[in-house]
T-cell receptor, first 117, second 113 residues
Framework: NAGVTQTPKFQVLKTGQSMTLQCAQD?????MYWYRQDPGMGLRLIYY???????DKGEVPNGYNVSRLNKREFSLRLESAAPSQTSVYFC????????????????FGPGTRLTVL | GQSLEQPSEVTAVEGAIVQINCTYQ??????LSWYQQHDGGAPTFLSY????GLEETGRFSSFLSRSDSYGYLLLQELQMKDSASYFC??????????????FGTGTQLKVEL
C-alpha cells in the first residue's frame, strides 16, 4: 500500500503559467482533500471531494480548480499561477463512512513544494 | 465559521510531560482531532475525541470538554523525536462545516536535553 501519493514533489513556475498537481490514493477512501500550508500557519482547505463525482469549495478556493477523476484520483489545477500561490500543497483522503467516529482520520500525501516567481 | 487557537510554541525537557491546549469556536462539530507534523513532512494522525473526556494512546492522551470549548494534547515521557508541530482540528458537523476538517495554526514543540 502506497497510501496517498502526490506528483510532482517540487515545482517552480513563472507568474501566469498553469500546472496540475496530481494526487492518488489506494485505500479505497471516498473523500479526498487539497490543502495549502504557508510558513507558520496551519493547513487551509482549498477544495474537497466528499465522494466520487462531487467537489466543494473550502476556505481558500480562489485561483484553483479541481477534478475528481475517479475514486482514486483528485487533481488540483492552477490556471494562472501567482506569487501568492507559493506554498506547500498537501492532498489527503479519508473514509467518509467513519466520519465522526474513532476512525475519523485523514491520511496525507508527502506534499508538493510550489514556488511561483 | 470555525476557528481554533493554539499556543505558537512550547519548550520542554526530555522525560517531562507537556500539555498543548486548543480552544475553539464553532457552531457544531463531530469531534476534535490532533495531528503531528515533523519539519518537511506530512501531517500524521495522533488522536481523536468524539466525546468529552480523555482518550489515551500510549504516551499521548487527548482531552475534550465541549462545555468549555477546549481540548488538549498531553505528551508524557517526552523524547527528542517528539519535537514537531502539533495541530488540533475540528471535523465539521451537521450544523457547521459539513464534512470538512478545520485546522488550528499549530504549536511547535521543542524538546531539549
Amino acid at each position: 500500500n502506497a497510501g496517498v501519493t502526490q506528483t510532482p514533489k517540487f515545482q517552480v513556475l513563472k507568474t501566469g503559467q498553469s500546472m496540475t498537481l496530481q494526487c492518488a490514493q489506494d485505500m479505497n477512501h471516498n473523500s479526498m482533500y487539497w490543502y495549502r500550508q504557508d510558513p507558520g500557519m496551519g493547513l487551509r482547505l482549498i477544495y474537497y471531494s466528499a465522494s466520487e463525482g462531487t467537489t466543494d469549495k473550502g476556505e481558500v478556493p480562489n485561483g484553483y480548480n479541481v477534478s475528481r477523476l475517479n475514486k482514486r484520483e483528485f487533481s488540483l489545477r492552477l490556471e494562472s499561477a501567482a506569487p501568492s500561490q507559493t506554498s506547500v500543497y498537501f492532498c489527503a483522503s479519508s473514509d467518509s463512512a467513519l466520519a465522526g467516529t474513532k476512525g475519523d482520520t485523514q491520511y496525507f500525501g508527502p506534499g508538493t513544494r510550489l514556488t511561483v516567481l | 465559521g470555525q476557528s481554533l487557537e493554539q499556543p505558537s510554541e512550547v519548550t520542554a525537557v526530555e522525560g517531562a510531560i507537556v500539555q498543548i491546549n486548543c480552544t475553539y469556536q464553532t457552531s457544531g462539530f463531530y469531534g476534535l482531532s490532533w495531528y503531528q507534523q515533523h519539519d518537511g513532512g506530512a501531517p500524521t494522525f495522533l488522536s481523536y475525541n468524539a466525546l468529552d473526556g480523555l482518550e489515551e494512546t500510549g504516551r499521548f492522551s487527548s482531552f475534550l470538554s465541549r462545555s468549555d470549548s477546549y481540548g488538549y494534547l498531553l505528551l508524557q515521557e517526552l523524547q527528542m523525536k517528539d519535537s514537531a508541530s502539533y495541530f488540533c482540528a475540528i471535523r465539521g458537523g451537521l450544523t457547521g462545516g459539513g464534512n470538512k476538517l478545520t485546522f488550528g495554526t499549530g504549536t511547535q514543540l521543542k524538546v531539549e536535553l
